[in-house]
Nanobody
Framework: QVQLVESGGGLVQPGGSLRLSCAAS????????MGWYRQAPGKQRDLVADITRGGTTNYLESVKGRFTISRDNAKNTVYLQMNSLTPEDTAVYYC???????????????WGQGTQVTVSS
């Protein structure tokens, strides 16, 4: 089985920064796309940013220039550096990975448990 463990959420003032991390463990052959989603109360879960194994990135328009996604393939870990945070960024953040397990020939989707990010003064 594969597990994704997130860390780095918390309470921050407007204009502040946070860095989220998500590490995958288990019988992993490789990981295709890694990404971060967020879900605010009463709203749908939206893609914030994702990154391919080769390093191509994609961002939600409202976070461009403020958030940076990166990955460490050797550690099966994805990061989200969040700067200039606003109250509108408040949500539960979930990491997502397309994982190829050692016993499989195609990828499966895995999700982290979610980490709360609250931006408030």
């Amino acid at each position: 089985q594969v597990q994704l463990v997130e860390s780095g959420g918390g309470l921050v003032q407007p204009g502040g920064s946070l860095r989220l991390s998500c590490a995958a463990s288990g019988k992993i052959s490789s990981i295709r796309t890694m990404g971060w989603y967020r879900q605010a109360p009463g709203k749908q879960r939206d893609l914030v940013a994702d990154i391919t194994r080769g390093g191509t990135t994609n961002y939600l328009e409202s976070v461009k220039g403020r958030f940076t996604i990166s990955r460490d393939n050797a550690k099966n870990t994805v990061y989200l550096q969040m700067n200039s945070l606003t109250p509108e960024d408040t949500a539960v953040y979930y990491c997502h990975m397309e994982v190829l397990r050692t016993t499989r020939v195609s990828t499966d989707d895995y999700w982290g448990q979610g980490t709360q990010v609250t931006v408030s003064s």
